[in-house]
């Protein structure tokens, strides 16, 4: 059985595409992590809240989740948010007072629990997703203060992965538990063999539908050929909307026959459904990139399509898959890491880092035409539309978020750096609202609290 080579690691290139999981335990330096590479493989909301100010210069199943109760239900309103526009950029922490228990940050590895997600409605009004601590993902609508508002509903669930929102609900992307069969592996230890579901739901927090976005049903266990699910390493994902679909790009455990035995490879996995659930074959993909992790995906309205880029040890790059087509060339030393993916005027940006140095490139197909180099001191960066011709960069420094808002056309540093008084996580994003502002939930000061940090719009 082939042993993978080090994501980031110093080996040459491999000439096959995908690799297998060693009979032993191997050691993985990925995306700066180091991680252990598994063998083979009723409380009502509170809306008291405290909230600061501050301001800096700047310019493949269907089916219903019975797990949410058919008895709560999330108020909502049609009035538009009215947030102030400003010629330099205001930065706003509000503290939310949850029901529920979120889980913690832990070490905030690429295998570890995404805790908590924003998402922006088109009114300026938002949903939060956290993770609970009894196998439940919550799901509340804020009002344009950022307060919890009405009731909330929750899934049966053991991760978070993204959540996006529209005028008549939105989508959560959370992973279950699932069966791994009895096997029999060519060698090494068992994992878990987990699902990844696309959830629609309504204005009132309801399900509207389920689609399983990994492969596994009665028959068709983990460990039987074919088998495309979630285990602990490198799993997950996003969620990009348009053209009333949605994708969810994530990665995924790949199951290989291999004699009389099964190997486990990793890729990453790209699944198109219709608002009605149904999927779409001819633009989703069964794996792409591979070893892939920070899977990324966006939606081109000019071009009517979903555009991912990943971080591979495939040549060490970040790249576009099917087929294969370098983004930017980078380096086999462990510290690869691509942050987030978004439209440019011309093109796309995507932020990346080597070495603990941020960077932001532009492309349309393939190779950059322009890369903005040492544009932040840190391994995870973040990027996200803000307004008409802005993005804003974003990491972690200490126990605060430092920002910087940037020209979306030239890549040009607009203004000195923000400072937001909340803590940054390294596989966390922020998200646009259509009033130009920008939003990040994180942790909050207790296990019953969540911060929403926010870029106020500039004129």
């Known amino acids: 059985m082939r042993t993978p080579s080090s994501p980031g690691g110093g080996r040459r290139k491999p000439s096959w595409r995908l690799w297998t999981v060693g009979l032993s335990a191997v050691v993985l330096a990925v995306t700066g992590t180091t991680v252990a590479l598994q063998s083979a493989s009723a409380e009502q909301a509170s809306t008291a809240s405290t909230s600061t100010t501050s301001s800096a210069s700047a310019a493949s199943s269907d089916s219903s989740d019975s797990s949410v109760s058919a ?96 005028a008549n609900g939105g989508a959560i992307l959370i992973t279950k538990k699932g069966s791994c069969g009895t096997g029999p592996l060519c060698g090494g230890t068992s994992s878990p063999c987990n699902t990844m579901h696309l959830i629609r739901f309504d204005n009132s927090g309801k399900t509207v539908w389920s689609k399983q976005v990994t492969n596994l049903s009665s028959t068709k266990k983990g460990y039987s050929n074919g088998a495309r699910f979630v285990w602990w390493y490198q799993h997950h994902g996003r969620i990009a909307t348009g053209g009333g679909k949605y994708a969810a790009y994530f990665g995924t455990a790949i199951t290989v026959k291999n004699g009389s035995c099964v190997d486990i490879h990793q890729g990453d996995r790209l699944q198109v459904v219709t608002s009605k659930g149904k999927a779409v074959a001819s633009e989703s993909t069964d794996f792409s990139c591979s070893h892939a992790w920070n899977s990324r995906v966006v939606y081109d309205p000019a071009k009517k399509k979903f555009i991912t880029v990943c971080a591979t040890d495939n ?120 009033d130009g502002s920008v939003a990040y939930a994180a942790a909050g000061a207790t296990t019953k609290s969540i911060k929403i940090a926010r870029v106020m719009p500039m004129t």
């Open 71 to 166: 008895s709560s239900t999330v108020t909502t309103t049609a009035a538009a948010c009215s947030r102030t526009k400003s010629k330099t950029a205001k930065t706003k922490v509000t503290s939310v007072s949850l029901p529920y228990k979120v889980k913690g940050y832990g070490g905030e590895g690429d295998t570890e629990v995404i805790p908590m997600a924003v998402a922006a409605a088109p009114n300026g009004q938002s949903w939060l997703a956290w993770v609970g601590t009894s196998g439940k993902v919550y799901l509340g609508k804020l009002g344009c203060n950022d307060k919890l508002t009405g009731k909330v509903t929750s899934f049966t669930g053991i991760d978070l992965q993204d959540i996006t929102a529209d």
């Open 315 to 434: 040549e060490c790059r970040i790249a576009q898959a099917n087929p294969y087509r370098t983004v930017v060339a980078s380096k086999c030393d462990g510290t690869l890491f691509g942050g987030d993916l978004i439209l440019a005027k011309t093109g796309y940006w995507t932020a990346w880092s080597q070495g603990g140095k941020a960077k932001i490139s532009r492309f349309t197909t393939g190779k950059a035409n322009k890369t903005v180099n040492s544009v932040a001191a840190t391994q995870h960066p973040h990027l996200v539309k803000y307004g008409s011709n802005r993005m804003v960069l974003s990491w972690g420094s200490g126990s605060k978020i430092k920002a910087k808002i940037m020209n979306r056309s030239t890549g040009a540093t607009i203004g000195s750096t923000l400072t937001l008084n909340a803590k940054d996580h390294d596989y966390m994003s922020f998200k646009e609202y259509k």
